[in-house]
């Protein structure tokens, strides 16, 4: 069953009047049991705003769907969270540069298309040529919740990572300080002296004649932290020239994003999402 907005107004005013005899606790009751969508988004939020022209739909629970734009697919989206699968080559927020084409930018692009007052909010970022999972939020107020309390909400954070050479140990534990410097570039001492704790676990995945493949967790998430790492034990990133890398046999950063487990920031339940690994990744290792 789906209605045309005609006229801006809060759902459950729209849905009071749309439902005929449907009384506030029926209504709700659809809110709550996930059977209300507004232009084929999940909202379960009595107050949600409507614009004239949307289409709310009333009925079965929506299948996931995955939604791609160019350089991203949308995996995962409600009234408070927005998931991508970023490829690698984009830029993930804009710079001070230029108005290059950012996945940041995309996204809103995408949802104010549907309701121009929506807001996607950066919560965190990859690096252009890190493909893989990326959350967004649309309040700003869990915005400022989820960066004031990243490593309490991210259950899992783990990355794919090819890496140069062969790791002959199966499993390690990386710890270090990590400092930045002018030069925009990381490094990491085993003393504090102002440094930020950074742990990364790494197991391996696979091992072929001139590369590794690393499943990678953070524990704590500091810039460039897996590249600095991976550098640290002598087996740099496939590609990363900036961080010791001889060669670019991927032609692209040998980095993925490929899980991102969390505590939804309104719901409180737990969500987890992966992508999986690049096809250059599984080349390199084919038989």
Same mark, same amino acid.
């Given at each position: 069953?789906?209605?045309? @907005?005609?006229?801006?107004?809060?759902?459950?005013?729209?849905?009071?009047?749309?439902?005929?005899?449907?009384?506030?606790?029926?209504?709700?009751?659809?809110?709550?049991?996930?059977?209300?969508?507004?232009?084929?988004?999940?909202?379960?939020?009595?107050?949600?705003?409507?614009?004239?022209?949307?289409?709310?739909?009333?009925?079965?629970?929506?299948?996931?769907? %995955?939604?791609?734009?160019?350089?991203?697919?949308?995996?995962?989206?409600?009234?408070?969270?927005?998931? $991508?699968?970023?490829?690698?080559?984009?830029?993930?927020?804009?710079?001070?540069?230029?108005?290059?084409?950012?996945?940041?930018?995309?996204?809103?692009?995408?949802?104010?298309?549907?309701?121009?007052?929506?807001?996607?909010? @950066?919560?965190?970022?990859?690096?252009?040529?890190?493909?893989?999972?990326?959350?967004?939020?649309?309040?700003?107020?869990?915005?400022?919740?989820?960066?004031?309390?990243?490593?309490?909400?991210?259950?899992?954070?783990?990355?794919?990572?090819?890496?140069?050479?062969?790791?002959?140990?199966?499993?390690? %534990? $990386?710890?270090?300080?990590?400092?930045?410097?002018?030069?925009?570039?990381?490094?990491?001492?085993?003393?504090?002296?102002?440094?930020?704790?950074? @742990?990364?676990?790494?197991?391996?995945?696979?091992?072929?004649?001139?590369?590794?493949?690393?499943?990678?967790?953070? !524990?704590?998430?500091?810039?460039?932290?897996?590249?600095?790492?991976?550098?640290? $034990?002598?087996?740099?990133?496939?590609?990363?020239?900036?961080?010791?890398?001889?060669?670019?046999?991927?032609?692209?950063?040998?980095?993925?994003?490929?899980?991102?487990?969390? %505590?939804?920031?309104?719901?409180?339940?737990?969500?987890?999402?992966?992508?999986?690994?690049?096809? !250059?990744?599984?080349?390199?290792?084919?038989?």
């Amino acid at each position: 069953m789906q209605f045309t @907005v005609k006229a801006a107004a809060p759902l459950m005013d729209f849905l009071m009047q749309a439902l005929h005899g449907k009384s506030r606790t029926g209504v709700k009751s659809l809110l709550s049991k996930k059977l209300v969508t507004v232009d084929g988004e999940l909202i379960t939020r009595f107050d949600h705003p409507l614009s004239e022209g949307q289409v709310v739909g009333i009925g079965k629970k929506p299948q996931g769907k %995955t939604t791609a734009l160019r350089g991203l697919k949308i995996i995962y989206e409600d009234e408070a969270v927005i998931v $991508i699968d970023k490829e690698a080559g984009l830029l993930s927020v804009s710079t001070d540069l230029g108005k290059e084409r950012t996945a940041h930018g995309l996204v809103s692009a995408y949802v104010k298309r549907r309701n121009p007052k929506t807001k996607v909010l @950066v919560v965190h970022r990859l690096d252009r040529d890190t493909s893989g999972i990326m959350m967004f939020v649309k309040d700003k107020d869990l915005q400022r919740h989820l960066r004031q309390n990243w490593q309490q909400s991210i259950e899992t954070r783990s990355y794919l990572v090819v890496v140069e050479g062969i790791v002959e140990k199966d499993s390690g %534990t $990386i710890e270090s300080f990590m400092h930045g410097t002018d030069s925009l570039r990381s490094y990491s001492s085993k003393r504090q002296e102002g440094g930020q704790k950074a @742990v990364s676990r790494y197991k391996v995945l696979k091992r072929g004649k001139d590369h590794t493949l690393l499943e990678v967790e953070l !524990e704590t998430g500091r810039k460039n932290q897996i590249r600095v790492h991976m550098q640290d $034990i002598g087996h740099p990133v496939a590609g990363d020239s900036k961080y010791g890398a001889q060669g670019d046999k991927l032609g692209r950063l040998g980095l993925h994003a490929h899980v991102l487990a969390f %505590t939804h920031p309104v719901t409180e339940k737990p969500m987890s999402f992966q992508s999986p690994a690049p096809a !250059e990744f599984l080349k390199l290792f084919a038989p």
